[in-house]
């Protein structure tokens, strides 16, 4: 990379904590791998009611809602001024399912005149980056990730990788995913088991460190190094193969030796096969401490960034990602 | 940062299967946007679109955009002449919106007990995300680098590519498949319609009696490839991708800024990027959706970039619809393809030019002009702008 | 229909179709503006309008005509309410 990548801010909202690096500080503490206390699950929901003005709860949608007051969070916490140069780099694995299914059903309802304009826009998926960068001015690129499992680390390779080349000065990435009972039971019925189990969005600000130490900001962590690839596997399947090329790199790029981490952020969730896949992956730095952020936090696209978050708050670390289908990311974070 | 050659080109159109036959029909100014076939449309003003003629091949077990996907992506593996090796390391860059959306919504329509045409499968609802395409193709195609699936609304198609020619520029593969693919789909057709955006004629962008969109659908890949590894091997290649910029809005969730601000700024990057002064671009791709908004503004944007009637500008969506996430691969390819042809395809439809738009829209008929350099443009729903620039190889 | 009856259907549509709030729109009078960047408005935009008209098409079974400059209809409830019960056919 060509220019050093500075993690300067963190936003999230999730089950157990809502706010920036002071409060997920504490709900990204060690154990952060602990079962969440039993959390009343509309926590969520009040949550979006006290932080999202009616005004601008009337024109988004929940999954949108959710990405904004976490993408608020999150720039609040750098200090970030809203000038127009922020990029965004979000990724979800189901986007706004909710709104394509009551889309339709207002057609199927009611016949053409019960097509709603306004829901319209939110039926692609980059329905979120779109009104966050309105709402944010944020004006430089935006892109929405799509992917199962991984988007929210894929989300942050990718918008670190903008910034290392001088492209953007600033992004916000991470990933958001909501948890809509009516879309999780089609898609438990069509795929019998998808990653998304949880609900949460969660961002980190990235920037350049030499622009990051002009403006004073408070500097989290930094990028050392991000790659994403993919391993063989048929789609949404596990693969055989352990020896990951992506892992290898990242750690070669960033100058670190196994030894050297403090400790590996993983995706264990629970999926016993995926799970036993990506530890034979991860042997070669079987070392350092495993952290699995999943338990506490719902597996969503949000965990991409939380792990990081947790990485720069307790670095050098190593955050690895592996979904079913091989898709796989991997980023080292130095604290 | 290192240069970036446009070394194999792969494409599904509503020509039909392949880059010649997109190329046949584009050259020839033919207008493929007919009584749509897909979908139902009763009930509605418009009844055409652009969609794949019969033949897209492939198991109908997987969706049609997932079959046209395929069908791009292994013709441009294959232009290339890559080393089986060389996939290993390859990126898959995919710019997708409805996915397997069709397909979905043909199985809750049976549910509901509405009538559909075409098959109607649990298992479709399986590959309904965008990402589904590339977690196919990645596996198809034996592709073991970064995998990942962009969606920016209808500029999908093109961002794949700058983030492909990213990834290569900063030297993380020195191969990547990048690309869209979008089939018909009726929340697609439905919406647009609602939006009063849909001509119930074929389109005619830049034209003064303009009235909206036409739909289409297809799929185009192209290989991306870092200038000493084409060279190393022996690949000439088609064009080099100079400038990929992408800018936001950042204004309003369909409707584009007013005065182009975010088009005119992805236009300029592009140009910085590659070097290039406005005066040397021969041709513009517009985006050009034959909106009576998009026109007008894109038209406003290219006058301050490109300054009043400097610059030949023309629509593909003329002739091929809007293709949605396939849109900016699709255009990107018909640029690459008039860079190396010397010409460049016609506006379609296109009868009086609006007095708004102060440029040569290359009406009805191909155009023969010697170009070095071009650009495609793409500009999404909510503002998110994609231009891409190319040089004609020496 | 009577112009109070319009009235409340209308408000009714701002909730179910434009997603405000009911106590909101309760409040709201026949002066109220409509559209957003005038004081005191509800703040519809171009795409609430488009949302707006296809309620009002459906409920009323008053004919949008897309030829016809309709935004001085739109201008506050007292307008659109009159709109549509001179448009609106006879029960």
Redo the contacts between chains.
Sequence with gaps: ?TVRVAITGIGAVTLPATGGAAVLAHALAPPADGAGAALDPERIDRVLAELVE??EA??LSRVSQLALVAGRLAIADAGLAAD?ALG?VIGT???DLRS?IA??EG??A?????????L??N?????M???A??A?????????????GIAGE?AIA?AA??V??G?IPAALAGGVDELDPAVAA??A???GGFAVRGEAAAFVVLESLAGAAARGARILGEVRAA??????????GVGRTSTS?VLARTLAHAGVGPGALRAVYTGTNGDGRRDAWEARVLAPVAAAPRIALARRFGQSSALGALKVAAAALDGPALVYGLAR???EAALVIGG | MRRVLVTGLGAVSPFGAGVKAYWAGLAAGTCAIRPATLIETDGFRCGVAAEVPDGVGGSSRRSRADRLAFAAAREALEDAGLAAADHRDTALIVGAVGGGMLEAEAWHWTRRGRPVRGPARLGAVRSILPSAHAESLGHRLGLGGPRESIVTACSSGAASLAVAAELIAAGAVDVAVAGGADALTRICYMGFSALKLLDSAPCRPFDRDRKGMSIGEGAAFVVLEAAEHARARGARGYAELTGAAMTTDAHHVTAPHPEGDGMARAMRAALAQGRVVPGDVGYVNAHGTATLQNDRIEAAALRAVFGEGRVLVSSTKSMIGHTMAAAGSLEALATVLALVHGLVPPTAQHEHTDPEVPFDCVPRVARETALAHAISNSFGFGGQNVTLLFRARP | MEPKEVLDELKSLLVSRLKFDPRRVADLSMETPLPKGVDGAIGLDSLDFIELSIAVEERFAVPMDDSEDLVPHFATLDTLCRFIAERAPSA
């Design positions: 990379m009616p005004g009337r024109r127009g965004l694995e189901l986007g394509t889309f339709a057609y199927l009611r016949g053409a005149s019960g097509l709603s304009p306004l319209f826009p039926t692609v998926m980059n329905t980056a779109s009104t960068a309105i944010l001015t944020a004006r430089e690129l935006s892109l929405t990730i799509d992917a199962p894929i990718r990788a903008f290392a080349a492209r089609v898609l019925e069509a795929r790659a994403t690839g993919a391993l063989p596997a048929s789609p949404y090329r289908g091989g898709g």
